[in-house]
């Protein structure tokens, strides 16, 4: 079994696609006005309308209501990346930061309320191997 994505769904796919292009540098693919994929080498983060869910009823995500999802993206420098983001960035929620682990992250909600972080990992040196 292979993790194909992660889907967001929302109300408004096109803002939505538009904010992850600019985080991620990539154009979204678009099949359908209802639907939209950011693909990396490593993932995909699907894009979806409520159309998309409708036949869930009750049971269907709501836009805007989950806080319990960390979408993450591994990049090499998150200081150029806050720079590069922070004109496009409406909530910042931690601006470049060392974790107690090593991590460098800077986290963000997204127009959606869903949280981001851009991260990098440590260095290894020849000493920590």
Same mark, same amino acid.
């Given at each position: 079994? /292979? *993790?194909a994505s992660i889907r967001i769904i929302t109300h408004?796919?096109?803002?939505?696609?538009? =904010? #992850?292009?600019?985080?991620?540098?990539?154009?979204? %693919?678009? $099949?359908? $006005?209802? =639907?939209?994929? @950011?693909?990396?080498?490593?993932?995909?983060?699907? @894009? &979806?309308?409520? &159309?998309? %869910?409708?036949?869930?009823? !009750?049971?269907? +995500?709501? +836009?805007g209501s989950n806080d319990t999802i960390i979408i993450? #993206?591994? %990049?090499?420098?998150? !200081?150029?990346? =806050? %720079?590069?983001?922070?004109?496009?960035?409406? !909530? @910042?929620?931690?601006? +470049?930061?060392?974790m107690p682990w090593g991590n460098r992250s800077t *986290? =963000?909600?997204? $127009? !959606?309320? /869903? *949280?981001? /972080? *851009?991260?990098?990992? +440590?260095?290894?040196?020849?000493?920590?191997?």
């Amino acid at each position: 079994m /292979n *993790l194909a994505s992660i889907r967001i769904i929302t109300h408004d796919v096109d803002r939505l696609a538009r =904010f #992850y292009e600019a985080v991620t540098e990539t154009v979204a %693919v678009r $099949p359908a $006005p209802v =639907f939209a994929e @950011i693909r990396t080498a490593t993932g995909t983060l699907a @894009i &979806a309308s409520t &159309a998309t %869910v409708a036949m869930l009823g !009750d049971h269907a +995500p709501q +836009p805007g209501s989950n806080d319990t999802i960390i979408i993450e #993206y591994l %990049v090499t420098d998150v !200081d150029a990346e =806050f %720079v590069r983001l922070h004109d496009v960035l409406e !909530d @910042i929620v931690l601006e +470049p930061t060392t974790m107690p682990w090593g991590n460098r992250s800077t *986290l =963000f909600r997204d $127009p !959606d309320g /869903n *949280l981001v /972080n *851009l991260f990098s990992r +440590p260095a290894v040196t020849s000493a920590s191997q």
